[in-house]
């Protein structure tokens, strides 16, 4: 079965960090992009940030930027989302996602507007920010 697992979510207090890991269960990252999504309760799920393949190319959405950072680990096949200055806000279940490529091929560049690009997701993990 092809799936993906995240971990690395818990409670933490306003200000703190947390660190996000997304491995895949039945097949590789390599020339996959990495997305990380988040869903607030009753809210849409919405994209926080995503990675190329290579791992050079990386986008954020604007309330994270200058407070996540995404990277990737191709020899371990594993992406982190490295989440600083967290506030009550970012509180929701965050998901890794990933998109294949096509033919061989993967995009130079990573997008996160299309959802239905992504095949595999994970379960989600709980993110949760006290004031």
Request: with cysteine; proline share 4%; hydrophobic share 30%.
């Amino acid at each position: 079965q092809l799936r993906l697992v995240e971990s690395g979510g818990g409670l933490v207090q306003s200000g703190e960090s947390l660190r996000l890991s997304c491995a895949a269960s039945g097949f590789t990252l390599d020339y996959h992009e990495i997305g990380w999504f988040r869903q607030a309760p009753g809210k849409e799920r919405e994209g926080v940030s995503c990675i190329s393949a290579s791992g050079g190319y990386t986008k954020y959405v604007e309330p994270v930027k200058g407070r996540f950072t995404i990277s990737r680990d191709n020899d371990k096949g594993t992406v982190t989302l490295q989440m600083n200055s967290l506030s009550p806000e970012d509180t929701a279940v965050y998901y890794c996602a990933a998109v294949p490529p096509v033919e061989g091929t993967a995009r130079v560049m990573c997008a996160m507007d299309m959802e239905q690009e992504y095949h595999y997701w994970g379960q989600g993990t709980q993110v949760t920010v006290s004031s």
